[in-house]
């Protein structure tokens, strides 16, 4: 879908190209007041509908692919990443889960049987691990599992949405203009906390693009969550920071007249 919808999108362009160039060439070589002169203006004509036809094509297309990725997003409704789990040679993916989810998330009535599918995404390329896709039988528990996530923190496991690769794109740029602490994922839609506080669902990188930047961008909200989690810092004593020396003040004697 995607080359699709490249190909009509460079179709367009050079389509553009071609017929700028056409009606110059038709405009230079036959003279206003020659008979045929008529041409350039049906030449016009033929332009505009051409140019409209694409615009309806391109319409269409992205019609389509918004379509295409609803129906993807609501095939990972039950999907879940798992991120930072060491890596074993033999491993039984699903079986991992099920005691990360007994141990680390209070879940002990989770069963393999809880769980339709579970394994590793890519090949091993590093000594960093591969994430775990794990698919839930389940819905409500998928959605058990996600708001439990909090628990997993210092342990270097971490939880995330299976995004389609369009959301992943504007996730990633939300989290580039706004920071890291004012963006998340929610059902597969990016939701960004605007300046005024208000929320924003997003689905796209044009959508991101929108909304306002805040004030300072995103190195601001990078540092106010800095200081959130390490506590802010206080300014020293002036006498701890630069010791002042010590000054004796001697009394003035009397002026004689």
């Known amino acids: 879908m995607e080359l699709l919808k490249k190909s009509v999108e460079e179709l367009a362009v050079t389509f553009t190209a071609r017929m700028d160039e056409f009606q110059r060439e038709v405009r230079t070589s036959i003279p206003a ?34 379509q295409q990725e609803a129906m993807e997003v609501r095939s990972r409704r039950k999907m879940l990443l798992v ?26 009535d ?11 995404l890519g090949r091993p390329v590093s000594d960093k691990p591969r994430a775990i896709l794990v698919k839930f039988k389940d819905h409500g528990l998928r959605d058990k599992v996600w708001f439990a996530k909090t628990s ?5 496991i971490t939880l995330s949405e299976f ?14 203009r706004f920071g890291v602490t004012r963006c998340w994922t929610r059902d597969g839609c990016v939701v960004v906390l605007g300046a005024d ?10 959508e991101v693009s929108a909304i306002p930047a805040p004030v ?10 800095s200081t959130a989690a390490t506590g802010p810092s206080l300014p020293m004593p002036t006498s701890a920071a630069t010791p002042k020396p010590h000054v004796t003040v001697r009394a003035r004697k009397p002026i004689r007249k």
């Open 33 to 66: 007041a020659s008979p045929s002169s008529n041409i350039n203006s049906q030449f016009s004509v033929f332009r505009s509908f051409v140019m409209t036809a694409l615009e309806n094509l391109q319409l269409q297309l992205q019609l389509l692919c918004r």
């Open 83 to 108: 991120h930072g789990m060491p890596e074993v040679r033999n491993e039984d993916p699903a079986q991992r889960i099920v005691q990360l989810l007994s141990e680390r998330l209070d879940m002990p």
């Open 110 to 120: 989770a069963t393999g049987s809880s769980i339709s599918r579970c394994h590793r």
């Open 152 to 156: 997993l923190k210092g342990s270097g």
């Open 163 to 176: 995004l389609t690769k369009g959301r992943h794109d504007a996730f990633v740029e939300a989290r580039k």
């Open 197 to 206: 506080g208000t929320r924003h669902r997003l689905v796209s990188v044009a």
């Open 216 to 225: 300072g961008g995103a190195a601001g909200t990078s540092v106010t969550a």
